[in-house]
């Protein structure tokens, strides 16, 4: 898949969920879940143990696999070749833009600053991730692209199913959503997480 498609994927699809499992088997029912429930884009964090495993074993799933929580140029090129689509960072590292550029796939990096930002974009990044974006308002959005007016971005970090439209509305691109998933699979295991997920596409379509 070429860059470009999963670029116009992950802004179709709105929603990546942010599975950042205590296990690899937790990280797999979770993404399993969040699948069921309609999300197409996944980001598997590496904070997750033996996260390898789980790129194996969801190989053949119908969703866009990313990387997650990617903090140096030899963890994107292992995400790469066990088959990441994109990767993310928390914050931006040209090393590791220069990797994913390198292989032909998307990097989101971390920004919270025009300063941050510029780098990324002069760097070939195409969709910048703000975290934790529980530290703004969506009217961000439309603050930034006043002198950036072409940026994409995608918050993280304190979404959630009730002010996600507010961030799509104020022109993010996709939002990043986690924390209520892993919520969920405590609460209720797998269907809870399933429940989740559909109330996340529901509110991304209203």
Not at 48 to 62: C, G, S
Not at 129 to 153: D, E, R, T, W
């Amino acid at each position: 898949m070429s860059k470009h498609l999963i670029l116009a994927q992950l802004s179709e699809t709105k929603v990546v969920a942010v599975i950042r499992g205590s296990s690899y088997e937790e990280a797999i029912q979770l993404t399993r879940g969040a699948i069921e429930g309609g999300i197409r884009a996944i980001e598997l964090t590496y904070t997750t143990p033996q996260v390898q495993k789980v790129f194996e074993e969801l190989q053949d799933v119908d969703a866009l696999l990313g990387a997650g929580t990617v903090l140096d140029p030899e963890t994107a090129r292992h995400a790469i070749l066990l088959g990441a689509k994109f990767i993310v960072s928390p914050h931006f590292s040209g090393e590791v833009a220069t990797v994913c550029n390198r292989y032909g796939v998307p990097y989101l990096p971390g920004c919270m600053t025009i300063g941050e930002m510029v780098k990324a974009l002069e760097a070939g990044c195409d969709i910048l991730k703000l975290f934790p974006a529980n530290n703004f308002s969506p009217s961000f959005i439309k603050s930034v692209k006043g002198p950036l007016p072409h940026v994409q971005i995608m918050p993280t970090g304190g979404i959630n199913a009730d002010n996600m439209k507010d961030w799509l509305d104020a022109g993010a691109a996709a939002v990043g959503v986690g924390s209520d998933l892993n919520k969920a699979f405590k609460a209720g295991g797998h269907e809870a997480v399933v429940e989740a997920s559909k109330k996340y596409i529901d509110a991304s379509n209203n």
